[in-house]
């Protein structure tokens, strides 16, 4: 055992107990041999039995042994300490049918540590030794266990590849540029292989300067996240409180209209019943009156009756009856009028300033958002199924094609009643609503087409510029006729110059606020482009502003 280097089974000098290396080993009755304190643990379990057993072999003792120490074991495992122990392979160094296998092993073969690139072998960690050890061998490029080392062989010469071919790009052996490569610019693998290191270690810069910008970024759009959260908070708070003192103080107001009216109300009454009396007494007087006088007109005593009568006769002055018939029989409805124009000014208040805020877009926003596609394909990366929305079509717009395509009629549809339905222009809106990067085409035919998009809050009842694509701020529209294109927005009218085309692509950055019309046939022509502050989310429209049969469709993209 003084030689180094003896092979020995690690489990062969192992406690079958814990394992590991025999420590104080010793060696009971039957033969096997074991740490004494694993054996005298085994054996104190079984004391209650007074029967000691081998944990191997079964075989049973009575008394219990006397256990002395195995001194030529307690030797032969402190050399083997001393001069290192070269343990079998374990199952695990063997190759599998995933592994790369030592090319130099003869039986069962080894995984491989290393591949050679100068000797296109791979080997072990026996095998690899003399690359450490000989220095012929120390020059040679030693790299990470590949099965593809037959790649760098040239497979019409067999000669390893150690050129690199500039003009085909591609890697060949030094016999290469004799015949099919000659006159070729050609370098070393290893010049080659540097200048193209270096060309990658700057685009790693590149991308980790650019994963430092976006970290930058991420980190500020957090931060921008939960101040957004924190404003929200507390416009809720402050909002609840805000709203809580409006309708405590419409509540106030109501209860003192509502005083008003019932004291006016007792008040008109009370001299409503004051003039009722004193009418009731006259009549009553008149009554009495009129009851002498008939009395008088019965008497035969023609000298009663001419005395009596200047007396009977005379009446009081009567009442003007004309300040109870010139009355209206109208009351409160100023009343009525007044709180009805202050509901509708409170709505339209509330509606114009509390519909219409948003997040101002920053400089920040704009420089995140990505670039504008600039071809059909990029633009097509981005492209929408939309389908028109039998809801909203005009009773004389046809949809068909799966609702695509919409032609103008002469008949009216009798489609039923819907309160999205356009009463009056001849419109109709997209179902799915539009948000992030959309892109659509429309193909139209005709004497004129407007392609929108619109806010799904947009009137549609009446025929009001408010109901209209491009004539309100709910709608864009580009209107587009057989000699010319014109967008409209809020009824400003834009003129827009570009080639005519059946075919009009709409692209939609919802959040970068932008909104671009394009004409599209063998290219793509920018005709006009709007940049604001989308509020909501938008829709897809169609109007048909010109004659009979005109018909538009949104085209299948994909």
């Not at 020995?8 to 009971?28: A, F, G, H, R, Y």
């Not at 072999?57 to 122990?85: A, H, S, W, Y």
């Not at 590849?161 to 500039?166: A, E, L, N, Q, S």
Request: proline share 4%.
């Amino acid at each position: 055992m003084a030689q180094k280097g003896v092979q020995l089974n690690q489990e062969t000098i192992s406690c079958s107990i814990c394992l590991d290396l025999l420590k104080d080993p010793v060696t009971i009755p039957c033969g096997h041999s074991y740490c004494m304190n694993c054996i005298k643990s085994h054996w104190d379990g079984e004391d209650g039995k007074n029967i000691y057993s081998c944990p191997q072999c079964r075989k049973e003792f009575i008394p219990r042994p006397v256990l002395m120490k195995n001194t030529m074991l307690t030797d032969l495992v402190e050399q083997l300490k001393t001069f290192g122990l070269q343990a079998a392979p374990a199952e695990h160094c063997y190759a599998g049918p995933e592994d790369v296998a030592c090319d130099f092993c003869t039986e069962r073969k080894l995984k491989a540590v290393k591949s050679c690139l100068m000797c296109l072998v791979s080997y072990c960690e026996k095998h690899l030794q003399p690359h450490y050890d000989v220095a012929q061998l120390k020059k040679h490029k030693l790299v990470e266990p590949s099965k593809k080392l037959q790649e760098n062989i040239c497979s019409h010469h067999g000669e390893v590849m150690k050129i690199f071919c500039r003009t085909d790009q591609q890697c060949i052996c030094y016999l290469c540029p004799v015949d099919e490569h000659k006159g070729h610019d050609t370098v070393s693998v290893a010049a080659e292989r540097t200048e193209r290191q270096r060309e990658l270690e700057l685009s790693r810069q590149q991308i980790q300067q650019r994963i430092q910008d976006r970290d930058k970024d991420v980190k500020l759009l957090q931060q921008e996240g939960e101040a957004i959260t924190s404003f929200a908070n507390k416009a809720v708070e402050d909002t609840e409180k805000l709203f809580t003192q409006l309708i405590c103080l419409m509540e106030e107001r109501r209860s003192d209209v509502k005083q008003q009216i019932r004291s006016q109300q007792e008040t008109e009454v009370s001299r409503v019943k004051e003039l009722q009396e004193k009418l009731e007494q006259e009549i009553t007087e008149l009554k009495r009156k009129d009851a002498e006088l008939k009395l008088l007109s019965h008497t035969e005593d023609h000298n009663h009756f001419l005395h009596n009568y200047p007396s009977v006769s005379a009446l009081s002055e009567p009442r003007d009856s004309s300040i109870i018939n010139s009355r209206p029989l109208r009351y409160f409805e100023d009343v009525t009028a007044a709180v009805s124009e202050l509901r509708d000014l409170l709505q339209d208040v509330l509606t114009q300033k509390l519909t219409n805020f948003s997040l101002t877009v920053t400089e920040e926003d704009v420089l995140l958002s990505e670039p504008e596609p600039k071809t059909r394909t990029e633009f097509l990366r981005y492209s929408q199924d939309i389908t028109l929305d039998p809801n909203t079509a005009n009773r004389y717009l046809l949809l068909s094609q799966g609702h695509r395509k919409a032609t103008r009629i002469s008949e009216d549809q009798s489609y039923p009643h819907h309160p999205d339905r356009f009463t009056y222009w001849f419109q109709v809106l997209s179902r799915e609503s539009l948000t992030g990067r959309c892109y659509w085409e429309v193909e139209w035919r005709g004497e004129g087409v407007s392609v929108a998009v619109a806010y799904k809050n947009i009137s549609r009842a009446g025929s009001s510029d408010q109901c209209v694509f491009g004539f309100n701020n709910k709608s864009w529209a580009l209107v587009c006729g057989q000699n010319s294109f014109t967008f409209r927005f809020n009824n400003i009218q834009t003129p827009v110059s570009g080639p005519r085309s059946s075919r009009v692509g709409v692209y939609l950055d919802h959040r970068a606020g932008i909104l671009s019309f394009y004409s599209v046939s063998e290219t793509m022509t920018l005709l006009h482009r709007v940049r604001t502050v989308f509020t909501q989310p938008l829709h897809a429209g169609l109007w048909f502003n010109w004659s009979v049969q005109d018909t538009a469709e949104l085209c299948k993209l994909k």
